[in-house]
């Protein structure tokens, strides 16, 4: 499909998706009509559903990429099924909580908000779904046993040469910090005793790193695992969000983001191994 056709078929599933989500949260009595948000606040929201939907449709309807797809799928299925699903979302006082005789008119959601926080965590989704294009798009053309993609990606050959994997993980480095400190000053993730600057400089270096390393391993070397997993623990530290506690998940992501670097590190040497291994395999022998 031309690019212009499928961007335009993108936007206006992206719209759908949005208008959707918009609908049931509102009859299920969630206040997130435009009047409750500012301008910045509105476009961050609405856009994020249009965009988190878009990004994937746009990967399937160009380049035949399923993967997005299917996260797009389950990850609103699941929001969705959650919020129909039987006891659903129930509005309290937080004086009925504390034993407060006076209301306090603060509303407590049990058993909900999980539009709602899909909606202000769109971003983060994005950023997964774009890796797992991106991760389908370079097994698709490594394995031999996939198909391969119709229509390539202006400007990404694969194996890329070094410049050209360097920006890419540069930007995907970039992209995935950016999404992540913001993600961590929205969760108001802090560092006990210690300075709260230095734990966002010492948390984005490790994001940047963190996503870098293991997309010039996959667009240079196409090592898949790596990426893979890391697109894996994006998907699982944002989804925790949908039901968080007092101990959030993403202050271990974020903090300590070198013990994922190393799960990282140790699958791509393993899967460089078994590489080499194969290939030595099936290596003709001498007559």
Do not use: C, K, Q
């Not at 407590?108 to 989704?125: C, D, K, P, Q």
């Not at 400007?155 to 410049?163: E, K, N, T, V, Y």
């Not at 970039?174 to 108001?188: N, Y």
């Not at 990426?227 to 530290?237: E, G, N, Q, R, V």
């Amino acid at each position: 499909m031309p690019a212009s056709r499928a961007a335009a078929g993108s936007l206006a599933l992206g719209l759908v998706h949005a208008g959707g989500l918009l609908i049931v949260a509102s009859s299920l009595g969630y206040e997130v009509g435009p009047a409750n948000y500012s301008v910045l606040g509105l476009g961050w929201r609405y856009g994020g559903l249009i965009v988190v939907a878009a990004l994937p449709v746009y990967l399937a309807s160009r380049y035949h990429l399923v993967l997005p797809v299917v996260g797009l799928v389950l990850t609103t299925g699941y929001v969705v099924g959650m919020e129909l699903t039987p006891p659903g979302p129930t509005f309290r006082d937080a004086a009925e909580l504390e034993g407060l005789a006076e209301p306090t008119g603060i509303t407590v959601v049990e058993n909900g908000l999980y539009i709602v926080r899909y909606m202000v965590n769109a971003s983060v989704w994005t950023v997964a779904f774009l890796f797992l294009g991106l991760v389908e798009y370079v097994a698709r053309d490594t394995l031999p046993w996939l198909p391969s993609v119709p229509n390539s990606v202006p400007g990404l050959a694969i194996p890329a040469s070094r410049r050209r994997a360097a920006a890419i993980a540069a930007a995907g480095g970039l992209l995935h910090a950016a999404v992540m400190v913001w993600f961590a000053a929205r969760l108001g993730v802090t560092l006990s005793g210690g300075s709260v600057w230095l734990l966002f400089l010492f948390g984005a270096g490790g994001m940047w790193v963190l996503a870098a390393i293991p997309l010039y391993l996959l667009v240079r070397h196409r090592l898949l695992v790596p990426s893979a997993l890391l697109t894996l623990f994006i998907m699982l530290d944002v989804r925790a969000e949908f039901t968080a506690g007092v101990e959030d998940p993403h202050a271990l992501y974020f903090g300590g983001w070198f013990l994922f670097l190393a799960v990282l590190l140790i699958a791509a040497a393993l899967e460089y191994g078994l590489r080499r291994f194969d290939l030595a395999t099936h290596l003709p022998t001498g007559m």
